[in-house]
């Protein structure tokens, strides 16, 4: 993978981005959006929208989200929302095993922007975002689970909890991560990239190190050669390799 193919990519990723703005402000209509969202500073969440589906599964209510060719990130404004989580209380991070849904599989517990900010913290949320002129309302949801990829291709960084990931063939993704396991083929976890390997022969990394350490060798370099486990509905990524080889 070349650079070129790579800087091609994210740019064509970054000029996706919209910034929403409120319905009353464009003369729109209210708008829906399903899908993943992910924090994006203070007051602000990334979400990419998604097609959702209605299942139910042993009397719980969930939504099986699926990509949409060609759909674009949008960008919220999230001070003042209405959040409405799964959850039976704000400040919870599990379910618990207890859960409040309407007939629509939405959250019903009413909570305000900072719990939002709190979810999204944690990593990234399933939710119904509903933009009216006068109003938005998050409304959390259980999603259905979907299958990880684990595939070998080039990444470069983008910022501090994004990267671009590039598969011959197959279109580039961005991927998201809060929590990582980062796996080295290096002496230690703050080397460079590749730099300082004690065994050639390693192949990928098998050393643990954290998001920290995977931000630090990863900032300033790429692309650079990489095994990765990630969900590719919600671009969250759990777990990189660094690799050798051509």
């Known amino acids: 993978m070349t650079r070129p193919l790579i800087a091609t990519a994210v740019a064509a990723l970054a000029a996706s981005t919209l910034i929403a703005t409120p319905a009353a402000a464009t003369g729109a ?3 829906t959006i399903y899908g993943y969202a992910w924090a994006d500073g203070s007051n602000h969440l990334r979400i990419t929208p998604a097609k959702a589906k209605l299942v139910t599964q042993n009397g719980i209510r969930r939504y099986k989200l699926t990509t949409v060719a060609g759909a674009k990130e949008r960008r919220i404004f999230t001070d003042g929302v209405r959040y409405r989580r799964i959850t039976t209380a704000c400040d919870l991070k599990e379910t618990e095993g207890r859960i409040r849904q309407d007939r629509k599989g939405l959250g019903t517990t009413d909570c305000d922007a900072l719990d939002l900010k ?4 944690l990593g990234p949320a399933p939710v119904k975002i509903t933009i009216t002129p006068s109003l938005t309302t998050v409304a959390e949801f ?3 689970p979907t299958n990880p990829v684990t595939a070998y291709g080039s990444m470069k960084s983008i910022d501090n909890r994004t990267v671009i990931f590039y598969r011959p063939g ?3 993704v961005k991927l998201r991560y809060t929590g990582l396991g980062f796996n080295r083929v290096t002496k230690s976890c703050s ?3 590749t730099a300082n390997i004690p065994n050639e022969e390693a192949g ?3 050393k643990p190190c954290n998001a920290a350490a995977f931000r630090k060798a ?4 790429g692309p650079v050669k990489v095994k990765v486990y990630y969900q590719p509905v919600s671009g969250h990524m759990w777990e990189v390799w660094e690799a050798l080889g051509d």
């Open 29 to 31: 209509k209210t708008q």
């Open 118 to 121: 709190f979810v999204l913290s």
């Open 142 to 144: 259980l999603a259905t």
């Open 170 to 172: 197959r279109k580039a």
């Open 191 to 193: 080397d460079g990239w």
């Open 204 to 206: 990928i990394g098998t």
């Open 218 to 221: 990863i900032k300033g370099t």
